[in-house]
């Protein structure tokens, strides 16, 4: 059914993480915009797909915003919104939109997530972490998240559970799946750059999907004068 528009901004989201074929993505959201500009679900992946891999963070916001206005307790929306004020160094507003999100869902893990990484970004090293324990706690674990959790201990100097971490998910890995990006994020906080470059490359083989906002991750402005770095956008197809 060539008329359904979430259908289309699906196949981008699919051309988006299987091939990195952006003019792909493009066309196929452009027509979910056409066919239905008003669906949050359309809103919601033009902004995460069509716009948060080339660092088009206000726009991607405003689009979310549209989308809250359709379906204003969706948390997924929501905590995407959370996402981008962080992408976007909106720090306070995304503390704001994460303790939001916890008064909305106590059991769901994304409001503490945001308030994690908003806090990291911050220096708050206390509060993130803490924030990073109870998403991790109230996901079941989830290595992806877990992840998150190893680059805030790293990078508060609790590097004894960050390498407890890094071993728990090579035990994990040999049944499961882990995110590369997880191995990367810890070996960044503890200023391992060589292993961190190896885990992205590999992140980008697997089509990680966490790799989607390398242009505005703010933890990374560090490393993005590294040639290295500028060879992983080439082969997500993002050049400057």
């Known amino acids: 059914d060539n008329t359904l528009a979430e259908t289309h901004a699906l196949l981008g989201q699919y051309r988006k993480q299987l091939d990195f074929d952006w003019s792909e993505v493009r066309r196929e959201i ?31 916001v405003m689009e979310l915003k549209t989308a809250l206005d359709v379906d204003p307790l969706s948390p997924n929306i929501r905590g995407w919104l959370g996402v981008m004020l962080w992408l976007g160094r909106e720090y306070e507003r995304g503390i704001e939109e994460g303790r939001l999100m916890t008064e909305l869902d106590p059991t769901g893990w994304r409001g503490d997530f945001v308030i994690g990484h908003c806090s990291r970004e911050k220096r708050m090293f ?31 100097g609790n590097t004894a559970e960050a390498r407890a971490l890094l071993e728990r998910f090579r035990a994990t890995a040999v049944k499961a799946y882990v995110p590369p990006t997880s191995f990367a994020w810890i070996h960044l906080g503890l200023g391992e750059i060589d292993e961190f470059f190896v885990w992205m490359d590999r992140a980008i083989d697997a089509r990680d999907h966490i790799l989607t906002p390398i242009k505005t991750y703010p933890f990374l402005d560090p490393i993005r004068s590294d040639p290295r770095y500028l060879a992983l956008l080439r082969k997500m197809h993002l050049e400057p």
């Open 30 to 60: 452009n027509r979910a915009l056409h066919l239905n500009p008003a669906s949050p679900v359309v809103r919601l992946r033009y902004a995460v797909t069509g716009l948060m891999p080339h660092g088009r963070i206000e726009e991607a």
């Open 126 to 156: 206390d509060e993130a972490v803490a924030a990073h324990r109870r998403a991790t706690e109230l996901s079941g674990g989830t290595p992806l998240v877990l992840g998150w959790l190893g680059l805030a201990l790293a990078e508060s």
